[in-house]
Nanobody, 115 residues
Framework: QVQLVESGGGLVQAGGTLRLSCAASGSIFSINAMGWYRQALGKQRELVAVNPSGGSTVYADSVKGRFTISRDNAKNTVYLQMNSLKPEDTGVYYC?????????WGKGTLVTVSS
């Protein structure tokens, strides 16, 4: 089993910044990818950014140039630096990890951007 714990969400004004963290623990021997998804109220969960091991990072078009995903492999932690936040970035942000082909999710952290 793999556990993912997110932190760093909160309330911020439009134009502000937040940094999310997600620490993975448990049976981690080979992480294929780590990333972030988000879900706004009444909408489907969507990809924000994903960082495959040994591959190219992928960002949603809506966050390109504003968000940056990074990983600390020694700590099994993935970060999401969010700059120039907009009200439409509001939602629950979920950490995602693919480990040996199995997909795991964190419980989510709420990000609220006020206008």
């Amino acid at each position: 089993q793999v556990q993912l714990v997110e932190s760093g969400g909160g309330l911020v004004q439009a134009g502000g910044t937040l940094r999310l963290s997600c620490a993975a623990s448990g049976s981690i021997f080979s992480i294929n990818a780590m990333g972030w998804y988000r879900q706004a109220l009444g909408k489907q969960r969507e990809l924000v950014a994903v960082n495959p091991s040994g591959g190219s990072t992928v960002y949603a078009d809506s966050v390109k140039g504003r968000f940056t995903i990074s990983r600390d492999n020694a700590k099994n932690t993935v970060y999401l630096q969010m700059n120039s936040l907009k009200p439409e970035d509001t939602g629950v942000y979920y950490c995602n990890a693919v480990v040996r082909g199995m997909t795991y999710w964190g419980k989510g952290t709420l990000v609220t951007v006020s206008s």
